[in-house]
C-alpha cells in the first residue's frame, strides 16, 4: 500500500473523510501526538488500527468524541464528568467512564443517529475512554458525525510520533494516508483519569493533577506505578521505549564512553543536544519524543538524560521517562 501524505491545507477534509468513509485509516496530528484515526463504530476500521499498530487485542483505544453531545451517546458523564469537561474540552484530557448501556444497541434503535461502537474499541470491556481533542482530530469526529477511534500512530511500544515523518517511518506501507500538521504542541499523551468510582490519575499530561483537583474540589490520587496487568497498558512497565537503553538523572561529569546525552536547564554537555536549554520544561515535553528518536538514528551504546524537575508537567515527563528507561523484555 502506497502511503500518501497530505499537508493540512486547502481540501485535506475531503481526503481524510474519504479514508474514513470507506472503513480506511489516517494518521492525524492532535495537540497531544499524532493518532492512528479509524471510524470508531466500523469494526473493520478499528480492526485496521489495531493491524497498523501490531497493537494488541486486548489494549482499548480512545473514542474521541466532537462534542459532549456526541460523547453522552456512547458514555455514562456524571456531573463531576461534565465540569471537567467543561473545564478541559476540547484538550488534552481523556477521561474513563462506564459505557453507555445502550453503546452497542445504538444501531437497532436509531442508526441514522447513533451507529453503534465497535466492541474491539473497549477491547470487550464495559468502560470507554473519551476525549474531545483540539484541531484535525475533532473536525474530522464533527464533519463524520461520528466517533473516531484513535491511538497513538507509533507501531505498539515505541515512541509515540509528533510530526507527521514518525508517523511515515513507524506506519509506512501499512496505511494510505497521513495528514501532516507540523509538530504538534504538547509533545505528549493526553492526560487520562479514570472517573468510574473515585476519580484516579491513570496517566499523566499536560493537563496537570493540580488543575484537575481545582475543578473537583478535592484530591486525586495517581495510580501510573508500572504494572504488570495494568489498567491502562500506557502503564507498562517499558514502553515509550527507544532501542537504545536510557538512564535517567545523569550529570553531565557521570556519562559513559558512547552514550549520547539529553541536557536539561544548567546541565548541558557541548556537543549533545538539549530537551531545553532554558530550562522550560513546556519545551522539554515538545522535545522529548522527537529528541529520543534522534539520538536513537545515531545508535548510541546508550541515551543519558539531565534530571528533570518534578514539578507540573515534569511529572508527566519524568513518567514517560522512567517508562522509556525500564527494564525490557
Ligand atoms: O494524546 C493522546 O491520548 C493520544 C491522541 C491520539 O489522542 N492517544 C493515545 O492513545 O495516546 P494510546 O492508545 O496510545 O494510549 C491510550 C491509553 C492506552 O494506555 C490504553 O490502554 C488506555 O489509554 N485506555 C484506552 N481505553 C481505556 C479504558 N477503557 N480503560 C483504561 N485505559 C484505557
Ligand atoms: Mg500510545
Redesign the pocket.
Known amino acids: 500500500m502506497e502511503t500518501l501524505v497530505h499537508l493540512i491545507t486547502a481540501g485535506w477534509q475531503d481526503a481524510a473523510l474519504t479514508v474514513l468513509r470507506a472503513g480506511g485509516v489516517v494518521g492525524v496530528p492532535?495537540e497531544?501526538?499524532y493518532?492512528l484515526a479509524g471510524d470508531a463504530t466500523n469494526p473493520d476500521a478499528v480492526a485496521a488500527i489495531y493491524a497498523a499498530k501490531g497493537r494488541p487485542s486486548h489494549?482499548?483505544?480512545?473514542a474521541?468524541m466532537a462534542d459532549v453531545d456526541m460523547a453522552q451517546r456512547y458514555a455514562v458523564l456524571d456531573e463531576r464528568v461534565l465540569a471537567l469537561a467543561d473545564a478541559f474540552w476540547p484538550g488534552?484530557l481523556?477521561m474513563?467512564l462506564p459505557l453507555a448501556p445502550d453503546a452497542d444497541l445504538a444501531t437497532t434503535l436509531a442508526p441514522s443517529l447513533a451507529p453503534s461502537l465497535a466492541p474491539a474499541v473497549?477491547a470487550g470491556?464495559d468502560?470507554?475512554?473519551v476525549?474531545c481533542?483540539r484541531g484535525p482530530l475533532g473536525e474530522l469526529a464533527r464533519l463524520l458525525n461520528r466517533p473516531i477511534a484513535?491511538?497513538?500512530a507509533n507501531k505498539s511500544g515505541h515512541i509515540?510520533p509528533t510530526i507527521a515523518h514518525h508517523v511515515l517511518s513507524d506506519l509506512q506501507g501499512g496505511i494510505p494516508l497521513i495528514l501532516d500538521g507540523g509538530p504538534t504542541k504538547l509533545g505528549l499523551?493526553?492526560t487520562?483519569v479514570d472517573m468510574r468510582g473515585m476519580p484516579v490519575l491513570?496517566?499523566p499530561g499536560a493537563i496537570t493533577g493540580e488543575a484537575i483537583e481545582a475543578v473537583l474540589g478535592f484530591a486525586l490520587p495517581s495510580d501510573t506505578s508500572p504494572q504488570e496487568a495494568p489498567?491502562?497498558?500506557?502503564?507498562l512497565a517499558s514502553h515509550y521505549a527507544p532501542g537504545a537503553p536510557v538512564r535517567l538523572n545523569v550529570l553531565p561529569g557521570d556519562v559513559r564512553p558512547g552514550e549520547a546525552y539529553l541536557g536539561f536547564g544548567d546541565h548541558q554537555l557541548a556537543r549533545h543536544p538539549t530537551l531545553s536549554a532554558s530550562g522550560s520544561l513546556e519545551e522539554a515535553a515538545e522535545q522529548l519524543y522527537s529528541a529520543l528518536r534522534t539520538l536513537d538514528k545515531s545508535k548510541p551504546t546508550g541515551i543519558a538524560i539531565a534530571p528533570i524537575p518534578t514539578t507540573g508537567l515534569g511529572q508527566a515527563l519524568n513518567d514517560r521517562l522512567s517508562r522509556a528507561a525500564a527494564p525490557r523484555d
Not at 489494549?59 to 480512545?62: A, G
Not at 489498567?231 to 502503564?235: D, E, H, L
Open positions: 492532535t497531544t501526538v493518532g489494549n482499548p483505544l480512545i474521541h488534552p481523556t474513563v473497549t470491556g468502560s470507554l475512554a476525549r481533542p484513535a491511538p497513538s509515540s499523551e493526553s487520562i491513570l496517566r489498567v491502562a497498558p500506557g502503564q
